[in-house]
Nanobody, 123 residues
């Protein structure tokens, strides 16, 4: 199976920046897409940013121009650089990765989630 480990959350003042990281480990054969989601208190989980196997990116309207998703293919790691943070960005951020891993008989699809990292934007 594939495990995801996130890091980089914390407390930051409005207007500040943070960088989240998510490293995937396991018998990974390929990665199709890597995403960041977030869930604020009392709200549904929402998609924040996506990066595909070809490097195409897509962002939620609420973070366009402020957040940047990137990846290190060699390290199977995805990053989320967050700038000009606002109090409404406060949430638990989750990474999500889909791809294929090596199993005993044949490659199998995986769909894994990180454990979540809390981001709090407050003065």
């Amino acid at each position: 199976q594939v495990q995801l480990v996130e890091s980089g959350g914390g407390l930051v003042q409005p207007g500040g920046s943070l960088r989240l990281s998510c490293a995937a480990s396991g018998s990974i054969l390929s990665i199709d897409a890597m995403d960041w989601y977030r869930q604020a208190p009392g709200k549904q989980r929402e998609l924040v940013a996506t990066i595909t196997i070809l490097g195409a990116t897509n962002y939620a309207d609420s973070v366009k121009g402020r957040f940047t998703i990137s990846r290190d293919k060699a390290k199977n790691t995805v990053y989320l650089q967050m700038s000009s943070l606002k109090p409404e960005d406060t949430a638990v951020y989750y990474c999500h990765v889909e791809g294929a891993y090596a199993s005993t008989w044949s490659p199998r699809h995986f769909n894994s989630w990180g454990q979540g990292t809390r981001v709090t934007v407050s003065s």
